[in-house]
Antibody, heavy 119, light 107 residues
Framework: EVQLVESGGGMVQPGRSLRLACTAS????????MGWVRQAPGKGLEWVAF??????????EYAASVKGRFTMSRDDSKTIAYLQMNSLKTEDTAVYYC??????????WGQGTLVTVSS | DIQMTQSPSAMSASVGDRVTITCRAS??????LAWFQQKPGKVPKRLIY???ILQSGVPSRFSGSGSGTEFTLTIGSLQPEDFATYYC?????????FGQGTRLEIK
């Protein structure tokens, strides 16, 4: 059974940093592109970032709203995907979902972790 | 960036109704479109990928069609469990973009 478990969310002040982790199980993690999607309270879904598998270079893609501030990485030996979030803004407040990606679209989703950016 | 516009933003319908939701892309995205269902307080679920391929385990009353810039999600006969918010996602070019969502409510 595919499982994705996010951790690392919480409350942080504007300008500070936070690192989210997504621990995966139930599939061969290293074979898949992984991603993050977020949802601000009461709002719609926003695609945030992807990281390709090592077979496809392990390269990353980011939404314009987070490019230069967020960095996605992966540790295939630990089956964990990370999202390093720097220079956080109040508009980054959201539930962050970790996703597995097949055919370029998220298929499995974690339960999400809430990030609140507030002074 | 490619803009995705869903219509309607909200609608009400009755059990047994046939419902169609439309998603329009600001430029050609071929068939790189997926549909997701999200119930209140729950995680999104992929229903359709590649515009028309039904995700395994999704009831056959759901169907998708379209290519280029116009796409539709159709629910053949609404069931009580189908009342939710539906989102389209273009995955043709980065950054990927979601539509704003269509909230489907019980009439």
């Amino acid at each position: 059974e595919v499982q994705l478990v996010e951790s690392g969310g919480g409350m942080v002040q504007p300008g500070r940093s936070l690192r989210l982790a997504c621990t995966a199980s139930g599939f061969t993690f290293g074979d898949y592109t992984m991603g993050w999607v977020r949802q601000a309270p009461g709002k719609g879904l926003e695609w945030v970032a992807f990281i390709r598998s090592k077979a496809y270079g392990g390269t990353t893609e980011y939404a314009a709203s987070v490019k230069g501030r967020f960095t996605m990485s992966r540790d295939d030996s630990k089956t964990i995907a990370y999202l390093q979030m720097n220079s956080l803004k109040t508009e980054d407040t959201a539930v962050y979902y970790c996703t597995r990606v097949t055919l370029l679209a998220p298929d499995y989703w974690g339960q999400g972790t809430l990030v609140t950016v507030s002074s | 960036d490619i803009q995705m516009t869903q219509s309607p933003s909200a609608m009400s319908a009755s059990v047994g109704d046939r419902v169609t939701i439309t998603c329009r892309a600001s430029q050609d995205i071929s068939n790189y479109l997926a549909w997701f269902q999200q119930k209140p307080g729950k995680v999104p679920k992929r229903l359709i990928y590649a515009a028309s391929i039904l995700q395994s385990g999704v009831p056959s009353r759901f169907s998708g069609s379209g290519s280029g810039t116009e796409f539709t999600l159709t629910i053949g006969s609404l069931q009580p469990e189908d009342f939710a918010t539906y989102y389209c996602l273009q995955h043709n070019s980065y950054p990927f973009t979601f539509g704003q969502g269509t909230r489907l409510e019980i009439k």
